[in-house]
């Protein structure tokens, strides 16, 4: 019999500790072993329970969450969740603690309705088992295993039919595509692979696994940081050199052309491996409209989104890389991709940036 996943509650909300605890009771897999209402509880419970993965709100009494998860990250390195507010305040304080070690955020969920509940339950049980396999250290790299599925998952083909592999019109422009998705631990994953690109680069455009509203700020933060343009995707937004493009939360997004040009459409539509955005979508998009003119990168991340468009993309002729076990936090999304033998080139995240680069026929500087 499987071991099951120890999870340790942090909330100063009782509603909200009961809802999680309901929430995450319901599958068999997982154990809720205690809560907290406060960092100092906390403490004593990881000493006591030992568990595997911890959720926490950021915005607490006594002990504030970011000082909570610094003291969590220096003292017993543990997978961690952040369960945040829909908030200006609440979303900077989540993106930080992502900097800081958390493996993910999500929003506290909305239980008014059942469609609300089945959704809120599918997601966290499955973020809380994706974090149960990531392997914390302070510097946040590690190996992981995959877990099995269990749920039903929609397919790409739920928002954009296959692509036909001898659409001629793919070789009529030479403009390359840089296509990325990631989950799990991508957020510091991207921040090292934009920040190596220098200002004359293809058009990037990426799907982060990340919850609406957090992926404006995430793009915002990371347009500081880097020398390329990086922006929150908007509907009809031109891929253009020196810019990288991130999926908004909760939307599609998916290349089209007109021409020589390409651009984004960011729609609605059903949950596709359970995610939306979805990498599959976006890398089938890709395939279509740029074939052989596209470089696709897989990065950290659990389950099995991307695999499939990463291969539809290979067979179109797109050059494609997958990020390597020992930078990943979790080695899921790109060991399926492997197994599928639609990776090109598997390698560290500290020298993706540069073989994109490489690929695309670009002169980079490295001093």
């Given at each position: 019999?499987?071991?099951?996943?120890?999870?340790?509650?942090?909330?100063?909300s009782?509603?909200?500790?009961?809802s999680?605890?309901?929430i995450?009771?319901?599958?068999?897999?997982?154990?809720?072993?205690?809560?907290a209402?406060?960092p100092?509880?906390?403490v004593e419970q990881?000493?006591?329970?030992v568990?595997?993965?911890?959720?926490?709100d950021?915005e607490?009494?006594?002990?504030?969450?970011?000082?909570?998860?610094?003291k969590?990250m220096?003292?017993?390195?543990?997978p961690v969740?952040?369960i945040?507010?829909?908030t200006?305040?609440?979303?900077e304080?989540?993106?930080?603690?992502?900097?800081?070690?958390a493996?993910?955020?999500?929003?506290?969920p909305q239980?008014?309705?059942?469609?609300?509940?089945?959704?809120?339950?599918?997601?966290?049980?499955?973020?809380v088992k994706?974090?149960?396999?990531?392997?914390?250290?302070?510097?946040?790299?590690?190996l992981?295993?995959?877990?099995?599925s269990?749920?039903?998952?929609?397919?790409?083909?739920?928002?954009?039919a296959?692509?036909?592999?001898?659409?001629s019109?793919l070789?009529?422009t030479t403009?390359?595509?840089?296509?990325?998705g990631?989950s799990?631990?991508?957020?510091?994953?991207?921040?090292?692979f934009?920040e190596s690109f220098?200002?004359?680069s293809?058009g990037?455009?990426i799907?982060?696994h990340m919850?609406e509203l957090?992926?404006?700020?995430?793009?915002?933060?990371?347009?500081e940081?880097c020398?390329?343009?990086?922006?929150?995707?908007?509907?009809?937004d031109?891929v253009?050199?020196?810019?990288?493009?991130?999926?908004?939360?909760?939307?599609?997004?998916l290349?089209k052309?007109?021409?020589?040009k390409?651009?984004?459409?960011?729609?609605?539509?059903?949950?596709v491996?359970?995610?939306r955005p979805?990498?599959d979508v976006l890398?089938r998009?890709?395939?279509?409209y740029?074939g052989?003119?596209?470089?696709?990168v897989?990065?950290?991340?659990?389950?099995?989104?991307?695999a499939?468009?990463?291969?539809?993309?290979?067979?179109?002729?797109a050059f494609t890389?997958a990020?390597?076990e020992?930078t990943?936090i979790?080695?899921?999304?790109?060991k399926?991709?492997i197994k599928l033998?639609?990776?090109?080139?598997?390698m560290?995240?500290y020298?993706?940036?540069y073989?994109?680069?490489?690929q695309?026929k670009?002169h980079?500087?490295v001093?």
């Open positions: 019999m499987n071991k099951k996943i120890r999870v340790l509650i942090v909330d100063d009782a509603i909200v500790r009961q999680l605890t309901e995450l009771s319901s599958d068999p897999e997982l154990e809720v072993v205690a809560t209402s406060d100092y509880m906390a990881i000493k006591n329970m568990p595997d993965v911890i959720t926490l950021v607490m009494p006594k002990m504030d969450g970011i000082t909570f998860l610094k969590i220096s003292q017993h390195p543990i969740i952040i945040s507010t829909l200006s305040k609440g979303t304080t989540a993106l930080s603690a992502l900097e800081l070690g493996v993910e955020v999500v929003l506290k239980l008014h309705t059942p469609e609300q509940r089945k959704e809120a339950t599918m997601l966290l049980v499955d973020k994706a974090a149960s396999h990531a392997v914390i250290h302070r510097r946040r790299v590690g992981a295993r995959a877990p099995k269990v749920k039903p998952k929609l397919t790409a083909d739920a928002v954009l296959k692509p036909n592999t001898q659409n019109s070789v009529k403009e390359k595509i840089v296509a990325v990631a799990t631990g991508g957020t510091e994953a991207l921040k090292t934009l220098p200002l004359d293809p990037i455009i799907v982060q919850p957090f992926t404006k700020q995430f793009a915002d933060r990371l347009n940081q020398k390329i343009t990086v922006k929150e995707a908007v509907n009809g031109t253009l050199r020196g810019q990288a493009l991130i999926s908004p939360g909760n939307k599609h997004m290349l052309r007109s021409g020589a390409y651009f984004v459409e960011i729609t609605e539509g059903p949950l491996n359970r995610h979805s990498v890398f998009s890709v395939a279509r740029a052989k003119n596209a470089v696709g897989i990065m950290t991340g659990m389950g099995n989104d991307g499939q468009g990463l291969l539809e993309m290979k067979t179109t002729g890389i990020q390597n020992k990943c979790v080695f899921g999304m790109p399926e991709a033998n639609a990776v090109d080139k598997i560290s995240i020298s993706i940036a073989e994109v680069q490489h695309c670009l980079t500087d001093k």
